[in-house]
């Protein structure tokens, strides 16, 4: 039985009250749903291949751009 579609949202990157880890989890969860048989490590991987940096920082009080997770590859 194939994995239920999720719907993903058409923004990423946006800022939201949300504790890292939260986030992390709902990209690890939508990257199963479309690869149910991959490993802790490949969606690990997948999680650390999928950060960008590719926004703009305007506005970002600590002045560091960090990784911002993509899950429109998932």
Not at 16 to 23: G, N
């Amino acid at each position: 039985m194939p994995a239920p579609a999720l719907p993903v949202p058409a923004f990423w990157g946006a800022v939201l009250p949300v504790p890292v880890p939260a986030h992390v989890a709902g990209g690890a969860a939508l990257h199963k749903a479309t690869h149910p048989t991959a490993s802790p490590s490949t969606v690990k991987s997948a999680l650390q291949s999928a950060g960008t940096t590719n926004y703009s920082s305007a506005g970002d009080p600590d002045g560091i751009q960090e990784k911002l997770l993509n899950v429109a590859t998932f």
